[in-house]
C-alpha cells in the first residue's frame, strides 16, 4: 500500500505542488488582510485540499493522455504509465476521484457561492492543458493560466469576489511559469517534432525559445513591481523582488542552447526558492508593515 501511494505520489509530481501553493496561500493572506474579511479556519483548510485535489487531477489526466507519447520519448518512457508500474485502469479510477474530490471541497467555502459554480469550468480548463501541445505552440502559456487561476480561485474562497490583487498576482504566475516551461521544454524539442507535438522550442529553435522565456521573466518582474504598488507592499517585498530577478538571472545563465544538463536545477530548485520566497516575504511585509 505505501509503494502505491508513493507511485501515485510521483506519477503525480507531488513535490511540484510548491509552484502554485504558494501563490494561492499569499492571495488568501492578503484576502483576509483586508478590512472586512474574517478568517476561518475551514477556508484554510479548503484551499489547501482543493489546491491538492485539482492539481492532483490535472497530473494524472497529463499522464493518461501523454502515455503513448512518454513512450516514444527516451526521457519519459520510465515513468509510471508506459513502464506498466501502475495500471491505466488505477489512474483513470485516481483522476476521477481526484476531480471529485475538488469540486465537492468547494462546499467547505458556503455560504460563498462562486467557488462551487465555478468548480466545474475551472477543472475543465486544467485538464483541458493536457491536450493543449497537438494544437497550440503556446501550450506553456495554457499551463500558466492554468496556475494562474491558484490565487484568483483562493481570494474568491475568502472574499466571494473578483479583484485586481488576485489578478496582479496570477499575472505574475503567468510570465513566471510560462517562461520557465519553455526553458524545461527545451529538453524535449527534438522529440516534439518527431511526434507532430507543439511547443515554443520545436517551432522556432531552442536559441529563439530561451530569448522568448527571457522575455516572459522581464514581464515576471513587471507584474511583481505592479502587484507590490496595487497591493500596497512594502519595502520588504519590494527588496524580495530585486532577488527575485537575481534569482531569475542565474536561471537564465545556468540553461543554454547548447548546454541543457542543468534544466531540471533551473526548474526545481530556482523556481521552488522564488514561489516560497514570495509567500514568505510578502507575509512578512503584511504582518510588519
Known amino acids: 500500500?505505501?509503494?502505491?501511494?508513493r507511485h501515485f505520489l510521483e506519477l503525480i509530481r507531488f513535490s511540484h505542488t510548491v509552484f502554485a501553493l504558494p501563490f494561492?496561500?499569499?492571495s488568501a493572506v492578503l484576502a483576509w488582510s483586508?478590512?472586512?474579511s474574517v478568517f476561518r479556519l475551514r477556508d484554510l483548510f479548503g484551499i489547501l485540499l482543493c489546491m491538492v485535489a485539482a492539481r492532483s487531477a490535472a497530473m494524472a489526466f497529463n499522464r493518461l493522455v501523454d502515455r503513448r507519447i512518454d513512450a516514444g520519448n527516451p526521457r519519459t518512457a520510465r515513468r509510471h504509465l508506459p513502464a506498466g508500474i501502475l495500471s491505466v485502469r488505477s489512474v483513470v479510477v485516481f483522476t476521477v476521484l481526484m476531480s471529485v474530490l475538488f469540486v465537492a471541497a468547494t462546499a467547505m467555502f458556503l455560504p460563498r457561492r462562486l467557488p462551487l459554480l465555478l468548480a466545474g469550468p475551472v477543472l475543465l480548463f486544467l485538464l483541458g492543458y493536457s491536450l493543449s501541445k497537438r494544437f497550440t505552440r503556446f501550450c506553456h502559456y495554457w499551463l500558466s493560466a492554468a496556475l494562474?487561476?491558484?490565487?484568483?480561485?483562493?481570494?474568491?474562497?475568502?472574499?466571494?469576489?473578483?479583484a485586481v490583487v488576485p489578478a496582479m498576482l496570477g499575472a505574475v504566475i503567468f510570465f513566471w511559469v510560462g517562461g520557465f516551461d519553455i526553458l524545461y521544454a527545451c529538453q524535449d524539442a527534438d522529440s516534439d517534432r518527431q511526434a507532430k507535438l507543439n511547443s515554443i522550442p520545436a517551432a522556432f529553435g531552442i536559441p529563439a525559445a530561451?530569448?522568448?522565456?527571457?522575455v516572459s521573466h522581464l514581464l515576471?518582474?513587471?507584474t511583481l513591481v505592479l502587484l507590490w504598488q496595487t497591493a500596497a507592499l512594502g519595502p520588504l517585498f519590494l527588496t524580495g523582488?530585486?532577488?527575485i530577478g537575481l534569482l531569475l538571472l542565474y536561471e537564465h545563465w545556468l540553461v543554454r542552447p547548447d548546454d541543457l544538463t542543468r534544466v531540471n536545477i533551473a526548474f526545481f530548485n530556482i523556481n521552488a526558492i522564488i514561489s516560497f520566497g514570495i509567500l514568505l516575504l510578502g507575509c512578512l511585509d503584511i504582518w510588519i508593515y
Request: charged share 15%.
Open 1 to 5: 500500500m505505501l509503494q502505491t501511494i
Open 24 to 26: 494561492a496561500l499569499l
Open 34 to 36: 483586508q478590512p472586512d
Open 148 to 162: 494562474m487561476l491558484s490565487p484568483i480561485a483562493a481570494w474568491i474562497a475568502v472574499r466571494d469576489e473578483f
Open 210 to 214: 530561451l530569448r522568448i522565456a527571457f
Open 220 to 222: 515576471t518582474i513587471v
Open 241 to 243: 523582488i530585486v532577488l
